[in-house]
């Protein structure tokens, strides 16, 4: 299998001396870790503040205003560009510097993400804990992103397969939750953003961890066989393998929850029966584990459905999921990944080590990993720890942005950084 390597993208930082310029339907204000003073932003905080996640701390680097909206009218209508800003040429040319365009629909599938993390329930306390805070029909509004032109169709909820101890039904019942909400899917109705956008947009967005199986998921850390692949491998490398956290979350069941693997597809199955004599695109997006998730939904969809549209996945914050197979497989099947990353993000560091891009390495199979030794780098030939970043990258640094004051492990991992 012939691949092309792809150049890692130089840092887009902004001139120090002068404030970046922001579309004028996007309106946004300085990082503050002081409360607002506004009475439209107290109750917001308040509920901010039952968000017990690190991964989506309260200090709340954007103000949404809910009298503008990065939906519909207000937005740049994209046309006969829709397919390049969806990464059909790998988003060649629109990264450094960021196309104005391409950052409108960044923030507003960031919308999307942020709106499942303001949906689900945080508050351990309560007998509603894991679930989702609002029904379908008004989640969007309810979460602050009105207007969207989108209309909720599922549900999705993800389930951990590791087997607790006895012991645990001692604990807190929160403690040993197996099957939580972690996102949903939406599809654009309203013909106005439809035309704006060129074609009709499934969106499925993913929150981040949040429970405590899901942080055990997270550490379970050493790569795994995909379970029908799909194809054979490529003669040169290994079988496609993953994270084996991330893939338990996405194909774990119980007889009373769907995995997450079975819902999607059914969803999606759905939707394409439905919409499929008209131009049609999966978005998938998330932060953090989220991002893995959206990454796994994307190979599954186009490995397992004969009739699968173009799908893009928007990556925040999103950690290493595959192996190098892994990546091949998704390139080859078509799938663009956009990964937006903090540079003093250490989330978008691990799991693992990371192949230098090297042709030689594709040529010699020789595994090169930055910043070891050679004997070492023998030995990590035969560990299920070699990683392989996947998509572009377009990648910030939080400590030049002039809306932070300052920034630490948390914050950088933030979403709204």
């Known amino acids: 299998m012939s691949l092309t390597m792809k150049p890692v993208i130089r840092p887009c930082r902004f001139p120090s001396t002068t404030t970046p310029t922001l579309p004028k339907y996007v309106p946004i204000r300085c990082c503050t870790l002081t409360?607002?003073?506004?009475?439209?932003?107290?109750?917001?905080?308040?509920?901010?503040?039952?968000?017990?996640s690190w991964e989506h701390t309260p200090i709340s680097p954007v103000e949404y205003d809910r009298t503008a909206s990065v939906f519909t009218s207000k937005a740049v209508k994209l046309g006969d560009r829709?397919?390049?800003?969806?990464?059909?040429?790998?988003?060649?040319?629109?990264?450094?510097?960021?196309?104005?365009n391409l950052r409108g629909e960044i923030l507003r599938y960031g919308y999307f993400v942020e709106a499942a993390y303001r949906s689900f329930e945080f508050d351990s306390s309560s007998p509603t804990y894991g679930?989702?805070?609002?029904?379908?029909?008004?989640?969007?509004?309810?979460?602050?992103?009105?207007?969207?032109?989108?209309?909720?169709?599922?549900?999705?909820?993800?389930?951990?397969?590791?087997?607790?101890?006895?012991?645990?039904?001692?604990?807190?019942?929160?403690?040993?939750?197996?099957s939580s909400w972690i996102g949903y899917v939406a599809v654009c109705q309203d013909k106005e953003e439809i035309a704006r956008l060129g074609r009709r947009d499934v969106?499925?967005?993913?929150?981040?961890?949040?429970?405590?199986?899901?942080?055990?998921?997270?550490?379970?850390?050493?790569?795994?066989?995909?379970?029908?692949?799909?194809?054979?491998?490529?003669?040169?490398?290994?079988?496609?393998?993953?994270?084996?956290?991330?893939?338990?979350?996405?194909?774990?069941?119980?007889?009373?929850?769907?995995?997450?693997?079975?819902?999607?597809?059914?969803?999606?199955?759905?939707?394409?029966?439905?919409?499929?004599?008209?131009?049609?695109?999966?978005?998938?997006?998330?932060?953090?584990?989220?991002?893995?998730?959206?990454?796994?939904?994307?190979?599954?969809?186009?490995?397992?459905?004969?009739?699968?549209?173009?799908?893009?996945?928007?990556?925040?914050?999103?950690?290493?999921?595959?192996?190098r197979s892994f990546r091949c497989q998704l390139e080859k099947q078509g799938t663009k990944v956009l990964r937006i990353v903090n540079s003093d993000d250490l989330i978008t560091k691990v799991p693992g080590f990371v192949l230098e891009e090297d042709d030689n390495v594709l040529k010699n199979r020789n595994v090169h990993v930055a910043g070891l030794p050679s004997w070492i780098q023998k030995r990590v030939e035969d560990t299920q720890w070699v990683y392989s970043e996947v998509g572009r990258e377009l990648r910030l640094r939080s400590r030049d942005s002039p809306y932070l004051n300052s920034t630490n492990f948390a914050t950088c991992h933030d979403l709204k950084t």
């Open 203 to 323: 969106v499925i967005a993913f929150r981040g961890t949040a429970t405590g199986l899901e942080w055990l998921e997270n550490l379970r850390a050493t790569l795994t066989p995909l379970p029908n692949a799909g194809s054979n491998p490529s003669p040169d490398w290994s079988e496609p393998m993953v994270e084996s956290g991330f893939l338990s979350l996405y194909t774990s069941g119980t007889p009373e929850s769907p995995s997450l693997q079975e819902l999607v597809r059914g969803e999606v199955s759905r939707l394409l029966q439905t919409y499929g004599d008209e131009p049609l695109i999966l978005t998938i997006t998330g932060h953090s584990l989220g991002a893995a998730l959206a990454i796994l939904t994307a190979y599954d969809i186009k490995t397992t459905l004969k009739r699968a549209p173009m799908v893009t996945v928007m990556s925040f914050g999103g950690p290493r999921v595959g192996n």
């Open 131 to 178: 679930t989702c805070r609002y029904p379908k029909s008004t989640l969007l509004d309810r979460s602050g992103i009105p207007d969207t032109g989108y209309r909720l169709t599922r549900n999705l909820r993800a389930t951990s397969g590791i087997q607790l101890p006895r012991w645990i039904e001692k604990a807190p019942s929160w403690v040993g939750i197996q």
């Open 35 to 52: 409360q607002p003073t506004s009475r439209q932003l107290t109750k917001s905080i308040e509920d901010h503040r039952r968000f017990k």
């Open 82 to 100: 829709w397919k390049e800003y969806q990464g059909i040429r790998d988003w060649e040319g629109l990264l450094d510097p960021l196309d104005e």
